[in-house]
């Protein structure tokens, strides 16, 4: 492998783990607002959390 390849593989991976990263903390940060909301929102839409 020349050193062209190697980087290419490293930018790729770089860009992969990024996204990857990236997408555990948006679920992550999504359900713990999905599990605990605000309870003036829980008291104003109750459908909402039914519906979910």
Not at 4 to 31: C, D, G, N, Q
Not at 33 to 50: H, Y
């Amino acid at each position: 492998m020349d050193a062209l390849t190697i980087e290419l593989y490293l930018s790729i991976f770089v860009i992969v783990a990024t996204v990857v990263i990236m997408a555990y903390i948006y679920r992550l940060f999504y359900k713990k607002i999905m599990e605990a909301p605000d309870p003036e929102e829980t008291q104003k839409t109750p459908e909402a959390k039914a519906h979910h």
